[in-house]
């Protein structure tokens, strides 16, 4: 990618463009918070009132999930997303987790492990993991210490410091400040702080019994490694605000995939989300987390084998309807007074996106015509498959073809036949699931 922003923004457009025409759904995570603003519209108003509440303000103190619902191609991993672009300017770091990538709540040492390595800054783009969490850590630090008589010596206090606090992690502090004095200085001790690293990012046994004994550790038994993932996990929450962000935003987006078990590994999944709900003692009290669990509908029958989460995510006022503090955020809600209306302001942004992106010479007047048809076939018709995601791919296709063969204005009838075809594709991708199958 080039260093020149403008030249790295109309990639990312570009490769955002093709996502669309493609599948239409969001692109990579990695661009998401650069390009979503050029065609997302119904949005806002749901992340204003998410942001006032807890990015503001609860969620800089406190820990808080809501489980966000929508059908297959419902919107879930655009409004997550969204979210995620939206906590980047609020200045929270953000963890998003595709659970079809073998992401389980099951397993708390693999769930930090898939956390260390997929974590981000803002102002970081396309760097992710734990080492740029303590590398902003060491800057806040420096920062701190600029006006001291002995910078140096001010960083020295403010490492030492970290032994002094009660971490979930017993041993969190120790290798902490390992790696800080690493980054410092990398010449100084340099297999202690590459230990140090391997260590937090979740990879305690590739370390040798030499390197356990410089950070002062023990061997790491079968047995305690879903504990070592749960309290490290938290630490890694807590050391948040010294990298200089309010905090983390964790996102889990496919929650249903993850659940797709029996017996024990799923009870083990429904115990990790209480201890994620509620965290088990007080030093995981008031950690600065907030987080959505994404899924279809369907995961709520699930949920009623475990009372505890049922009860949970009961919801007596929904959000749509105007109290922040549901539980449950209803994705197919969004934009539902007006769907039509929606369609065509998607519609309109896309349509300029494409011009912006292949500088398209299209007849405005004409492809508006499509578009408002376009928009009212596809709102008419109850399907499995989301609207909002049939209406962006078969949009998408339809600019394509117009500018590859000629404009035409399209009969209701011919925009009922191409949405067919799309939405017969979409049915059999739901079939046989890929990695593009992104709701």
Not at 101 to 113: F, K, P, R, T
Not at 173 to 191: E, G, I, M, S, Y
Not at 278 to 306: N, S, T
């Amino acid at each position: 990618m080039s260093d020149n922003p403008e030249t790295s923004l109309a990639d990312d457009l570009r490769d955002a463009w093709k996502n669309l025409a493609s599948f239409g759904t969001p692109p990579a995570s990695e661009i998401a918070a650069r390009v979503l603003p050029s065609w997302s519209v119904g949005l806002d108003g749901w992340l204003d009132r998410l942001t006032k509440e807890y990015l503001r303000d609860y969620c800089r103190r406190n820990s808080h999930f809501k489980l966000a619902l929508a059908g297959y191609g419902g919107g879930k991993t655009h409004f997550l997303l969204s979210l995620a672009a939206r906590a980047i300017e609020e200045n929270w770091a953000t963890c998003y987790l595709q659970c079809k990538q073998n992401v389980s709540l099951a397993d708390w040492y693999g769930l930090y492990q898939f956390v260390a390595n997929s974590i981000q800054l803002p102002g970081t783009k396309n760097r992710r993991g734990i080492k740029l969490i303590f590398q902003a850590a060491l800057e806040q630090m420096r920062k701190r210490a600029a006006g001291a008589p002995e910078p140096e010596y001010a960083i020295d206090k403010m490492v030492a410091a970290l032994e002094d606090e009660d971490w979930p992690h017993s041993s969190f502090a120790t290798v902490a400040a390992a790696l800080l004095n690493h980054l410092r200085d990398p010449r100084t001790d340099p297999t202690t702080g590459e230990a140090a690293l391997r260590w937090l990012r979740g990879q305690p046994d590739t370390l040798t019994a030499k390197e356990r004994q410089s950070l002062h550790l023990g061997t790491l038994t079968a047995k305690g490694k879903a504990l070592h993932g749960q309290t490290l996990f938290y630490s890694l929450v807590k050391f948040m605000p010294r990298a200089g962000v309010n905090g983390l935003a964790l996102l889990f987006d496919e929650m249903d995939s993850m659940m797709n078990v029996r017996g024990k590994a799923l009870e083990q999944i429904f115990v990790s989300m209480r201890v994620l709900l509620d965290a088990p003692d007080q030093r995981m009290d008031r950690l600065p987390l907030f987080g959505v669990f994404a899924a279809v509908p369907d995961i709520q029958q699930l949920m009623q084998k475990a009372q505890f989460l049922a009860s949970r995510f009961k919801v007596v006022l929904p959000f749509h309807q105007g109290d922040d503090n549901a539980p449950v955020l209803d994705l197919s809600e969004i934009g539902s007074g007006s769907q039509n209306e929606m369609l065509r302001a998607m519609g309109e942004k896309l349509l300029q996106l494409g011009i912006q992106v292949h500088d398209w010479k299209l007849n405005l007047e004409l492809q508006r015509k499509n578009l408002k048809n376009l928009a009212e076939v596809t709102a008419k018709r109850r399907l499995e498959v989301n609207a909002r995601r049939l209406f962006v791919k078969t949009w998408c296709s339809l600019l394509e073809d117009q500018s590859r063969n000629g404009e035409t204005e399209k009969t209701e009838s011919e925009l009922s036949n191409l949405i067919e075809g799309i939405y017969s594709g979409f049915r059999q991708v739901e079939a046989t699931p890929t990695t593009n199958d992104l709701g």
